[in-house]
C-alpha cells in the first residue's frame, strides 16, 4: 500500500512540453458528439445546440488535497477526474467533457505521469467524457492538479442549490462517512510504516472505505435513475465536505430550515465497525467527514411513492420553514442545531 519509489524514471526534459502533451494524450480518443475539436489545436471546440452548458472546476494540490506515500498516480488521475463529474451530476446534467492541467516538479518523471494518465483515461473511459485539452508547467515543489468539467442539460432539468421547499423530502445516496474513515486508517498505516518500513499492514478489514477514499465513483448512475423515475430534484448537491456543510447549503440558498434524523442517515457496516475500533462517533463522521461524492436532493413529498424502497436512495429528514432552523433529530428525538464542521483545505495544518 506504502508506494515503492524505486521506479524507472525517464526526465520530462527527454520530451519537452509539447512532446510531453502529445505523449500522455495520444491514446484519448472522441466520444461525444457535441466534441467537434478536441486535443491539438489553439482551443476546443464544442457544439451543445439547444441544450444549456454546465462548467465546474476543481484544483487538487500534493500535501493539502492528497498523499502520495499511500495515493498511487493511477488512483489520484481517476479520482480527480471523478470528484470534478461529481459536480456536473450534482447540477442533474450529464458529464460530457473535461480539461487536465497539472503543475509538476523534476522529481516526476515520464513513468510518473504516464500512470496519473492512465488514471485519467480509465476514468474517461468508464463516464464517457472526452478529454479535450489542458496544460503542463513546471513546479518548484509536488504536484499540482486542475481539472475543468463541461456538461449539457435541458434547462428545465436543472437542479440548482436553491430551489428547496418546506416539506421537501430530504434524500441522500448510497452511504456516508466511509471516505473519512479510510483516510484515518491510510494515515495510521502511513504512521506505522514510518517505525517499520518492512511493516505491510493487513488492511482486508478495510477494503470498502480504503476504496471509497482512493478510487470513489461520482454517481451518474443517480442522473438517470432520476429522469428514470420522472423525479426532479428541487434541490441538488455532492457531498464533498461533509453532510452537514451540504444541508445547510441548501436551506441557506434555499432560505428553508432542516430536520435531519440520525438513525436514517445510511452507514455501511464497515464505517460502524471502524467507528468503533477508533473510538469515534458514527453520526459525527457522516456529518462532517466529507469526500463521499454521494448525491444530496430535495424531492417534493409528491414524488416519494416513485423512490419508495429504492436501494440507491433514502430519505433522511425533510425541510421545513425558515423560522425553524436547521436540526439534527437525534435518536432520543432530541434536537441539536446542525453545524458545519466538514474537512476545510484552507484550514488544514
Known sequence: ???????????????????????????????????????????????????????????????????????????????????????????????????????????FGLE????????????????????????????????????????????????????????????????????????????REKEVFKVNPNNQPDLDAYTYIIERQLKPEARKDVVKLLQDLEVQPTAMIDISDGLSSEIMHICKQSNVGCDLYEEKIPLDPQVISTCEEFNMDSTTIALSGGEDYELLMTISQEDYSKIKGNPNLTVIGYMTEPSSGMHLVTRGEEKIPLKAQGWNSLTKD
Open 1 to 107: 500500500m506504502i508506494e515503492d519509489k524505486n521506479h524507472k524514471k525517464t526526465a520530462l526534459s527527454a520530451l519537452g512540453e509539447f512532446g510531453l502533451i502529445e505523449h500522455l494524450t495520444s491514446n484519448f480518443s472522441v466520444q461525444n458528439t457535441t466534441t467537434i475539436l478536441g486535443i491539438g489545436d489553439d482551443a476546443a471546440v464544442l457544439d451543445f445546440k439547444d441544450k444549456s452548458v454546465v462548467v465546474s472546476t476543481d484544483l487538487l494540490v500534493e500535501g493539502v488535497h492528497f498523499d502520495l506515500s499511500y495515493m498511487p498516480l493511477k488512483h489520484l488521475g481517476y479520482k480527480a477526474v471523478v470528484v470534478n463529474l461529481s459536480d456536473i451530476y450534482a447540477m442533474n446534467a450529464q458529464a460530457t467533457q473535461i480539461t487536465v492541467s497539472i503543475a509538476v516538479s523534476n522529481r
Open 112 to 187: 510518473a505521469l504516464e500512470a496519473l494518465y492512465d488514471g485519467i483515461r480509465t476514468a474517461a473511459s468508464i463516464y464517457g467524457i472526452d478529454v479535450i485539452g489542458g496544460d503542463t508547467t513546471s513546479s518548484q515543489s509536488g504536484l499540482t492538479i486542475s481539472i475543468t468539467a463541461i456538461g449539457e442539460i435541458s434547462s428545465s432539468k436543472i437542479a440548482k442549490r436553491s430551489g428547496a421547499k418546506p416539506n421537501d423530502l430530504l434524500v441522500v445516496t448510497g452511504d456516508i462517512g466511509a471516505a473519512y474513515l479510510g483516510l484515518q486508517v491510510l494515515e
